[in-house]
């Protein structure tokens, strides 16, 4: 920062806030605040403390507006009135406090009115070298979540409460892996998540700022979560940036950086970045993610795309003398850098490096205070960002613009124009009597900080208000991320296809747009998908998609605000072949891979059919899938259990098991089931009763009428030749033949036949297995075969 006497009166640029939605009774219809909190100014700076001095600045458009100073735990109780658009000059006490460890607790000085709006700069330098200028942000624009940022090298957090206590999570993010924190008997490194509890109306002071710099310690990204509201400034102590033009490194200039940071709640995804033509040294930004897989595009003269993959990832760009239109898919941060100048320069050049907030454009307002400080001889300039046709309705301290204004447009034929023009010091006010929004920066040699906004919750959970919207209420009345962005005019201003919301005006001409909005649930997207190349070979670019769901469980229609598609720059088909050349039924890049379960030639990109082949699924990619267990038939559209009662043994046709028989589409009742087993039942009797005869028929049987010879033979047993025996059998005679057994339990012929004077009982059921070629016969013990006839 310039090196100046601290008597002398601070840039002072008044925030206009409104939190929506808000609870407080001060924010029912304010441009500015009742309620401010700073952190004791002791909190953050090195052991330089007793040579710091603090100069709190107040300014107001309404006069008799008295402001409260108290502070818990000393005997501090002022009061002050203020006359209206006059700058009113409060110095603090900066009285030194010991410390132990790097993470303390403080009481903060409270500001309050109770009859009046107010906004108040803040002006902290230490040893007359180093200064900064912070814009405390009102209770009612405070957040629950946050995301640091520094410079290098030594750093500090301040939080302050309101209504208490707090819990608070930190999950701290040093750029140096050497970087720690000392807190009670603990240190912290990168990575730690700690817990922390702040009292009402209290302050946590996190800082490496006693320690001697040169460490390069940055602790940007470093994410604060609570469970109410809370304030959180980022200093960083000895603050410096890398600067071109020096001729050694030590001689760049360091000084304090200091800001109030927005709450992630108020982050945005389109910027207008308006680098100040009096720059010594060419800024930069930082932009941080509020959420993962963010995607960044800066275009001005050519356009650059980079994707944030984490939550308070943050990624720094560097300026040229150009306009810049910065968007994003999700909310980020944006926070501008001037760069320090060396100190071998001219005493006149020596400039330390600056921090402001860049504003997105949905929280641009139509209505500012600000003052330009006197006391050193620098030329200020203003800084507006304005739709064209709005200009005409600007004013400063109620004048109109001058016709000699320049603007110049921003990038991507954006509705946005930018103009710059002096201004003298002093209070001022600046509106437009429309009214109708615009951005407005403040810039010179050694800062550049935005003369107002609204601090709207923006990116939070929303509740349309659109039925009973009120001209200039500072709500995001109809959930579309942008605060009073309609004129009542019957004209479509912001380009959403929606006329006159935001206004007094309810649906004056209603859009299709407008209906389906209103008409239908808010709905919510799904995750990005993947990265993929688009559908023409011409095309390198890549893109991908999302989808509006419903979260609820019915089946209503659902909008979803924002962007469903993505693009980026990429080498789709460079050095490889083109979908478009692959034969058919193959697809993708050099047609790897194949649909021939595809009835007809699939998509040679997406590789998607009209219909698949008898066992197979997902026309979506080539039919790529077989049927699952229990589906068959074209597309697996055929169910199993339907058609056989269990489970198909074909995937193709749906063939059923041999046991099963087909019942067709009808479902298999009690009674058919009982049949089914039932006739099972009566094949098995039937079976079983078959082998049973079977086996009968094949026990030989003996029979004998007369007896054979007189001596007993049981054991005769001879082998003869069949083909002799069968001649033998031939000249038998017929008289010879015996008739058949009376035993009607055998089921097979007996035939008793005379051979050589020799009666014998001949089985011609088969051959022997001795012999293929001979019979088997038995002769009889005749004795007791009569015996046995003779009983009988």
């Known amino acids: 920062m310039r090196r100046i006497d601290l008597t002398l009166l601070p840039i002072l640029c008044c925030v206009f806030v409104y939190c929506y939605p808000v609870q407080s009774k001060e924010a029912a219809s304010t441009t500015a605040g009742r309620l401010f909190y700073l952190a004791t100014p002791s909190l953050g700076l090195p052991s330089l403390d007793k040579e710091t001095k603090v100069i709190v600045s107040f300014l107001t458009p309404e006069d008799g507006v008295m402001i409260s100073i108290t502070k818990q735990g000393v005997d501090l109780k002022q009061q002050i009135t203020l006359t209206a658009m006059t700058d009113y000059l409060y110095n603090v006490d900066t009285e030194y406090i010991e410390r132990d460890g790097e993470v303390t607790y403080e009481w903060a000085l409270r500001l309050f009115s109770d009859n009046g709006y107010f906004c108040v700069t803040v002006s902290i330098s230490f040893n007359r070298e180093s200064t900064d200028t912070v814009q405390l942000l009102p209770v009612a624009g405070w957040g629950r979540q946050y995301y ?81 509201n809370f304030g959180v400034l980022s200093f960083s102590c000895h603050g410096v940036t890398n600067s071109s033009s020096c001729s050694r490194s030590d001689y760049v200039i360091r000084g304090l950086v200091a800001e109030m940071l927005l709450p992630q709640e108020c982050y945005g995804t389109e910027f207008i970045v308006v680098p100040g033509v009096l720059q010594l040294e060419q800024g930069f930004i930082i932009v941080i993610a509020s959420e993962a897989n963010t995607d960044v595009k800066l275009i001005y003269s050519k356009e650059e795309l980079v994707m944030l993959s984490r939550a308070g990832m943050s990624i720094t760009i560097d300026l040229l003398q150009e306009v810049y239109l910065l968007r994003s898919s999700l909310p980020v941060q944006v926070v501008y850098i001037q760069r320090s100048t060396c100190s071998d320069k001219s005493e006149g050049s020596n400039v330390g490096p600056s921090m402001g907030l860049l504003i997105p454009t949905n929280l641009f307002y139509w209505l500012y205070l600000f003052s330009v400080p006197s006391a050193f001889n620098v030329s200020n300039f203003l800084v507006v960002i304005v739709e064209l046709p709005s200009l005409h309705f600007i004013q400063l301290d109620n004048q109109m613009f001058s016709n000699d204004f320049s603007l110049k447009r921003a990038p991507n034929n954006s509705i946005w124009h930018i103009g710059y ?150 080498d789709c088909y ?65 169910n199993c259990n339907e058609k056989c009662g269990t489970d198909c043994i074909d995937r193709k046709e749906g063939k059923c098991p041999n046991f099963a028989s087909s019942i067709g589409n009808s479902e298999m009742g009690d009674s058919s089931v009982y049949g089914y087993v039932i006739g099972v039942l009566v094949v098995l009797l039937l079976i079983a009763a078959c082998y049973c005869a079977y086996l009968k ?15 007993p033979s049981w054991d005769a047993y001879m082998m003869i030749p069949k083909a002799d025996f069968e001649t033998s059998s031939r000249r038998s005679t017929a008289e010879e033949q015996k008739e058949k057994s009376s035993d009607k339990s055998s089921d097979f012929q007996k035939e008793l ?20 070629d001979t019979i088997k016969i038995f002769s009889v013990d005749t004795s007791k075969q009569s015996e046995s006839t003779s009983s009988n």
């Open 697 to 711: 028929k094949k026990r030989p049987v003996y029979v004998v009428t007369k007896p054979i010879n007189a001596r």
């Open 421 to 570: 023009m002096s201004i003298d010091s002093g209070a001022h006010k600046l509106v437009s009597t429309q009214p109708s929004p615009f951005g407005s920066y403040l810039y010179s040699t050694s800062y550049l900080h935005p003369v107002g906004y609204i601090a709207a919750h923006v990116n939070t959970e929303c509740e349309a208000t659109i039925m009973t919207m009120t001209l200039s209420d500072k709500k995001d009345n109809d959930c579309d991320r942008f605060v009073d962005e309609e004129v009542m005019n019957e004209k479509d201003d912001d380009g959403d296809g929606r006329i006159d919301e935001d206004t007094k005006a309810v649906n004056v001409l209603p859009s299709k747009l407008y209906e389906v909005y209103w008409y239908t649930d808010q709905g919510q997207w799904t995750i990005w998908e993947q990265w993929q190349c688009t559908l023409d070979c011409k095309n390198s670019n890549f893109f991908r998609k999302r989808f509006c769901q419903n979260s609820s469980a019915d089946d209503k229609e659902v909008f979803c605000l924002g962007e469903k598609e993505a693009y980026k720059s990429g």
């Open 574 to 638: 460079v050095a490889s072949s083109c979908p478009e050349s692959c034969p058919d039924y193959q697809w993708a890049i050099n047609c790897k891979n194949s649909c021939s379960n595809c009835v007809d030639p699939c998509n040679k990109f997406t590789g998607r059919c009209v219909k698949c082949k008898e066992g197979f699924k997902n026309t979506d990619l080539g039919c790529d899938k077989e049927c699952d267990s229990g589906e068959f038939g074209i597309g697996c559209m055929g």
């Open 148 to 228: 640091t940022v520094h410079l290098r090298d030594t750093f500090s957090i301040q939080i302050v409460v309101d209504k208490g206590p707090v819990n608070l999570t930190v999950t701290f993010r040093f750029t140096s892996m050497e970087t720690s924190l000392r807190y009670k008997d603990i240190y912290i490194y990168n990575g730690d998540e700690k817990q922390f509890l702040v009292q009402a109306q209290g302050a946590l002071e996190i800082s490496t700022c006693r320690r001697s710099f040169g460490k390069s310690e940055d602790a940007t990204g470093t994410r604060i979560v609570g469970t109410a």
């Open 753 to 772: 036949l005379k051979n050589g004077g020799n009666q014998v009982f001949v089985d011609d059921g088969g051959s022997s297995t001795d012999h293929p």
